[in-house]
């Protein structure tokens, strides 16, 4: 008898991923923040940023000058990322198909934010300062509600989790949206092996702190570094959260997060932290980045949702970005189209 494979509901096929030169081309959200003497500084979530402050601006951009700038987006691919696994097999199992193509390539690995490298001018323009970051080797520290501490190798959790490849929906705050093919493994797969106590709650993921490799964090020191992020138990254990070591069937780009980051498709991108760190398992639910410094604009939970405007434009409609010269104004859907799989994990979520 021959094999039937059921297709989950979030599943993507490649015809329906984001073109690869639309990721270049991304609007600012900028808005003044007052910190006493040192004046208004430059604030905006985009998808997903990580870290931290540190020296002037003028040591920082000559490190960035340090290394010969890349010449392309994909030339950003660090050379020692781990190999092993790529191209990784699709999903298909369970999946119904989203309805939307593939993003170009070269638009996903150049549209994007990361603050940690730029938050001020062209946010978009990101991978030419990627230069000086060295992502390996790296590890993860887990500390908090787990049996005991761990430092984990990124290197090994590819190898010994297994990869996979998802077709996800990216949804931003700031209303464009991208499908992208994810490499990588389920967050619960790495949960698990963190062996979290019955105390656990809540997941607290805190980004990369290296401002002489990350122009970002010496050019911005209002911001409250290094980036962090959290979700609930219950969210992470999902199927559909993810954690990317890579995209288009190869690493990870260093100006998408390598050498891995979370992709939380029904939340707005700013909750997929890169470059992550630090996993904290608490008991008691723990600050997120915007929220802490815009309240009244990112909430905690910041799910995708049409139905809750932002306070200065509407997240009614999305501009989806096939490539950097194609794109058209869909409306959004609630939770980014995943209602089936993640709408019951939010009782109180407004539906109209």
């Not at 985009?46 to 601006?57: D, I, K, Q, R, V």
């Not at 609930?232 to 891995?260: C, H, I, W």
């Not at 992550?276 to 309240?295: C, G, H, I, K, S």
Request: one cysteine or more; proline letters at 11%; charged letters at 25%.
């Amino acid at each position: 008898m021959a094999n039937v494979l059921l297709r989950p509901d979030w599943y993507l096929p490649e015809s329906t991923a984001t073109d690869r030169a639309v990721y270049l081309n991304r609007r600012q959200i900028l808005r003044t923040l007052g910190l006493g003497t040192l004046g208004l500084a430059t604030l905006g979530a985009g998808c997903g940023t990580s870290n931290g402050g540190a020296p002037g601006a003028d040591s920082t951009r000559a490190a960035a000058r340090s290394n010969p700038r890349p010449s392309g987006p994909l030339d950003t691919i660090p050379a020692d990322a781990p190999r092993e696994g790529y191209p990784a097999p699709r999903v298909t199992e369970g999946f119904a198909p989203p309805g939307r193509p593939l993003s170009d390539r070269l638009t996903a690995s150049s549209y994007n934010n990361f603050y940690e490298f730029k938050n001020q001018g062209d946010l978009k323009d990101v991978w030419p300062l990627t230069a000086d970051y060295d992502p390996f080797p790296w590890t993860v520290e887990v500390r908090g509600e787990v049996e005991r501490p761990l430092r984990l190798d990124v290197a090994d959790l590819i190898r010994t989790l297994g990869l996979e490849e998802r077709v996800y929906r990216l949804r931003c705050v700031e209303a464009w949206s991208l499908t992208v093919p994810w490499t990588g493994f389920p967050l619960r797969k790495l949960v698990e092996r963190c062996r979290p106590t019955s105390n656990a709650r809540f997941i607290r993921f805190v980004s990369a702190d290296r401002p002489e490799q990350m122009p970002g964090l010496a050019n911005s020191p209002w911001y409250p570094w290094p980036y962090y992020e959290a979700l609930r138990m219950d969210e992470a254990m999902n199927d559909l959260a993810f954690v990317a070591t890579g995209m288009y069937g190869e690493p990870l780009p260093k100006q998408n997060g390598s050498p891995l980051r979370l992709a939380i498709p029904w939340k707005y991108g700013y909750k997929g932290p890169k470059a992550v760190v630090l996993m904290e398992f608490t008991r008691d639910r723990p600050p997120a980045f915007w929220n802490d410094l815009q309240p009244d604009e990112y909430s905690w939970l910041s799910n995708v949702n049409p139905h809750v405007p932002h306070p200065r434009w509407s997240q009614a409609t999305e501009r989806f970005l096939l490539s950097d010269t194609e794109g058209e104004r869909v409306p959004t859907l609630l939770f980014n189209g995943y209602a089936e799989q993640v709408g019951a994990l939010y009782p109180d979520e407004p539906l109209g």
